[in-house]
């Protein structure tokens, strides 16, 4: 169903907020979000009509009341956990469309961030802006040593009023809940601070600049991405000086280009989120396009996101899981994502998956979407136990911007095929390097703390051996299993004293060696598993 075009409101951030307008805001707020729900009770409760979209009015309610909400919505839209697909659309949809500030105060910004003239710092700076957005606007300049460069400003008194913009909401949203605690299983003030720390984060472009840096030296001599490196020296929380590189936007390039451009992308997405754990949150089209070379330049690192080694491994599981359509692993997956409580229950996921699994495989594999199984299986845990982290958040929006670009550039590409293929690139497999090194550390340092922490058990049960008296009379059948349980511990201590041992001398390469390991360290190996298995065996 389309939608009629909202109209966008302009929004000109200047200034540092008084306590009159901070007051002013407050009413503006409390009274747009009491207007909104008043509608929705007169549509819902009273008149019973459900012909008006309470999410496109929302949409309406945000866009009126400006930047901040605009990203509050956006924010929202990528919560399958707690809405529904329509009302998501109805806030994806938000755009702030913010006039430049004036030139004059942009040359302000630079001079009181980077302390000097802006003459001294480049030796050409254009007043025009080349680009504004609601937190920062951008602006060309040369060097003095002619190197050309972007200058990103961040908009003056733009971090004052999200802060209190979101300081408003909050207060709002608690009083709200007070009043209807039913409103309490939505998270409403969990989701108001999650959106405020986004809005910090992104307001700093020195967090930004220490982004782009990570980025540009993980890719710097690539052949595929190019990252355009800050410059040291020039970047602080409120100015950033990058290096200027333009190329072809991904409208209208020829076949065969947006072809290998699109597999280039996605293959850079694999290396980012499965073997560095490091994401460019935000690929849309503005964000990407190609040089003339065919390299793939990423633009805007305001927003990244983050895979530790438990969900880099769940998500893995997931990729595979889902390009091999199998259901029972896509849930296991799901779950090992530790997003859910303990009460969940499984079988919620299941019949999702398989009819997830029976659609795909109707369908031709371009069509395919991972971001939207992610958001269906997010959906169906409406009912249980989410907890949805940031960077998951991020990873879900990130993929459905990529598979939105990559549509662009061609939209007969399969990202799951270029994802199959990376199955034996060994991008999916786990590091080496941490766990070969972990086990013969951890093993060194038991053998080290073993002897004293023997010691002071045995101290302990000398002190308090005289608590417990028990008289027992043994027989030969008591004295003989004590015999056999005696010779087993015995054995089971030797045998991990083989283990530590063999293992330091893995590790330091003690004696003679066959290969590229130490004979003595295999040898102890053996004969600890040999033990191992008599001990097994003499249980039973």
């Known amino acids: 169903?389309?939608?009629?075009?909202?109209?966008?409101?302009?929004?000109?951030?200047?200034?540092?907020?008084?306590?009159?307008?901070?007051?002013?805001?407050?009413?503006?707020?409390?009274?747009?979000?009491?207007?909104?729900?008043?509608?929705?009770?007169?549509?819902?409760?009273?008149?019973?009509?459900?012909?008006?979209?309470?999410?496109?009015?929302?949409?309406?309610?945000?866009?009126?009341?400006?930047?901040?909400?605009?990203?509050?919505?956006?924010?929202?839209?990528?919560?399958?956990?707690?809405?529904?697909?329509?009302?998501?659309?109805a806030l994806a949809s938000l755009q702030a469309n913010v006039a430049p500030f004036p030139p004059e105060q942009a040359v302000q910004e630079v001079e009181a961030a980077l302390g000097r003239p802006w003459q001294q710092l480049f030796a050409r700076f254009d007043m025009h802006a080349l680009a504004a957005a609601s937190i920062a606007q951008i602006h060309r300049a040369a060097l003095p040593d002619g190197t050309?460069?972007?200058?990103k400003i961040r908009r003056p008194g733009a971090a004052e009023q999200?802060?209190?913009?979101?300081?408003?909401?909050?207060?709002?949203?608690?009083?709200?809940?007070?009043?209807?605690?039913?409103?309490?299983?939505?998270?409403?003030a969990a989701i108001v601070d999650e959106v405020a720390a986004n809005f910090r984060y992104e307001m700093d472009l020195s967090r930004e600049a220490a982004s782009v840096r990570r980025f540009a030296d993980a890719w710097r001599g690539s052949a595929d991405i190019v990252i355009p490196d800050v410059v040291d020296g020039l970047c602080t929380p409120t100015v950033m000086v990058q290096q200027f590189s333009h190329g072809a936007h991904l409208h209208g390039l020829p076949s065969s280009t947006a072809v290998a451009a699109a597999g280039k992308l996605v293959d850079s997405y694999v290396a980012q989120i499965f073997r560095d754990g490091f994401f460019h949150g935000d690929p849309h089209p503005g964000n990407v396009f190609v040089m003339d070379d065919g390299r793939i330049c990423l633009h805007d690192f305001g927003i990244v996101g983050r895979v530790d080694g438990n969900m880099r491994r769940a998500l893995v599981a997931f990729a595979l899981a889902f390009v091999e359509q199998d259901a029972e692993w896509v849930v296991d997956a799901w779950l090992d994502l530790g997003l859910l409580g303990?009460?969940?229950?499984?079988?919620?996921?299941?019949?999702?998956v398989r009819a997830l699994v029976a659609d795909c495989a109707q369908r031709p594999l371009k069509d395919w979407s991972l971001s939207g199984a992610l958001a269906q299986l997010v959906a169906a845990g409406r009912t249980q136990e989410v907890r949805l982290p940031r960077d998951l958040l991020v990873l879900t929006r990130t993929l459905l911007l990529l598979e939105g670009t990559v549509r662009?550039?061609?939209?007969?590409?399969?990202?799951?095929?270029?994802?199959?293929?990376?199955?034996t690139t060994g991008v999916f497999d786990e590091p080496k390097s941490?766990?070969?090194q972990r086990l013969p550390y951890e093993l060194g340092n038991a053998a080290h703390a073993l002897p004293s922490l023997l010691a002071r058990r045995l101290h302990s049960v000398l002190r308090q051996g005289d608590l417990l008296q028990l008289s027992i009379k043994p027989d030969a059948r008591m004295l003989s299993g004590i015999d056999r349980l005696g010779r087993r511990v015995a054995l089971a201590l030797v045998t991990l004293g083989l283990y530590?041992?063999?293992?330091?001398?893995?590790?330091?390469?003690?004696?003679?060696?066959?290969?590229?390991?130490?004979?003595?360290?295999?040898?102890?190996?053996?004969?600890?598993?040999?033990?191992?298995?008599?001990?097994?065996?003499?249980?039973?």
């Open 434 to 436: 941490a766990a070969s």
């Open 162 to 188: 999200a802060e209190t913009d979101m300081r408003i909401l909050r207060r709002i949203v608690l009083v709200m809940q007070g009043l209807v605690p039913s409103l309490r299983r939505w998270g409403l």
């Open 148 to 151: 050309e460069v972007v200058v």
């Open 408 to 423: 662009l550039l061609a939209p007969e590409f399969s990202i799951i095929e270029a994802i199959s293929r990376h199955t």
């Open 342 to 352: 303990d009460g969940t229950d499984r079988a919620v996921f299941v019949p999702v």
């Open 500 to 540: 530590i041992a063999s293992s330091l001398l893995m590790q330091h390469g003690v004696g003679p060696r066959w290969g590229d390991m130490p004979v003595l360290a295999l040898l102890g190996y053996a004969l600890a598993i040999r033990f191992t298995f008599s001990i097994a065996r003499s249980r039973g």
């Open 1 to 89: 169903m389309t939608r009629p075009n909202r109209p966008v409101s302009t929004v000109r951030l200047a200034g540092r907020p008084t306590q009159r307008s901070a007051l002013r805001r407050a009413t503006q707020i409390a009274m747009a979000l009491s207007g909104f729900l008043l509608w929705v009770a007169w549509h819902r409760g009273l008149m019973r009509c459900d012909t008006h979209r309470a999410a496109d009015r929302f949409a309406e309610v945000l866009q009126r009341l400006g930047t901040t909400f605009v990203k509050l919505g956006q924010h929202l839209s990528l919560r399958a956990d707690i809405l529904a697909p329509d009302a998501q659309e």
